[in-house]
T-cell receptor
Framework: QKEVEQNSGPLSVPEGAIASLNCTYS??????FFWYRQYSGKSPELIMF????GDKEDGRFTAQLNKASQYVSLLIRDSQPSDSATYLC????????????FGTGTRLLVSP | EAQVTQNPRYLITVTGKKLTVTCSQN?????MSWYRQDPGLGLRQIYY???????DKGDVPEGYKVSRKEKRNFPLILESPSPNQTSLYFC???????????FGQGTRLTVV
């Protein structure tokens, strides 16, 4: 079992729709959760982080964390073609300094 | 401007020829890491450093060396590169544990 799992996609949504990206993790003691966006050939850039159960909203983005079920999700409201990218979920476990474990990413395609 | 700077951005080299990829950050971050990104495998940590003169192996350290003589610099050294080290490399820094990583622009390395 991979430590952090994501569906590779592509996830295709029309412009204006809500895109829902999911991530599950295996380390029940994980404490910090991050979503990065990566355009092809570019470096990952942080979109959101979440530490506590529940929802966290930032503009069009909402991160949702459920530690009991070991999943974290990212919702993108009013999706735009510029949101088309690969979204990486990263989890920081209990042990290991600076050991951010990344999922392989979900490719999102937003069509005009 | 706060940033992580890697050089070179692109490098083609031959098997066995020693090379160094430099990484520098101007944010006074304590924590720095090197990752490689390969299709289907995602981002994998090579080495990390918690502070000057403190480094440790990540998940895929074989064939790589690092050093941290100054807080701002964290070079990645390939003593004898091989074709299986052809990859996209990212340097990242973080201010504290459990916080997000800021990535450099990436170095695309090809070993022939």
């Amino acid at each position: 079992q991979k430590e952090v799992e994501q569906n590779s996609g592509p996830l295709s949504v029309p412009e204006g729709a809500i895109a829902s990206l999911n991530c599950t993790y295996s380390d029940r003691g994980s404490q910090s959760f991050f979503w990065y966006r990566q355009y092809s050939g570019k470096s990952p850039e942080l979109i959101m982080f979440i530490y506590s159960n529940g929802d966290k909203e930032d503009g069009r983005f909402t991160a949702q964390l459920n530690k009991a079920s070991q999943y974290v999700s990212l919702l993108i409201r009013d999706s735009q073609p510029s949101d088309s990218a690969t979204y990486l979920c990263a989890v920081k476990g209990r042990t290991g300094f600076q050991k951010l474990v990344f999922g392989t990413g979900t490719r999102l395609l937003v069509s005009p | 401007e706060a940033q992580v700077t890697q050089n070179p951005r692109y490098l083609i080299t031959v098997t066995g020829k020693k090379l160094t990829v430099t990484c520098s950050q101007n944010m006074n971050h304590e924590y720095m890491s090197w990752y490689r990104q390969d299709p289907g495998l995602g981002l994998r940590q090579i080495y990390y450093s918690m502070n000057v003169e403190v480094t440790d192996k990540g998940d895929v350290p074989e064939g790589y060396k690092v050093s941290r003589k100054e807080k701002r610099n964290f070079p990645l050294i390939l003593e004898s590169p091989s074709p299986n080290q052809t990859s996209l490399y990212f340097c990242a820094s973080s201010p504290k544990l459990n916080t997000e990583a800021f990535f450099g622009q990436g170095t695309r390395l090809t070993v022939v």
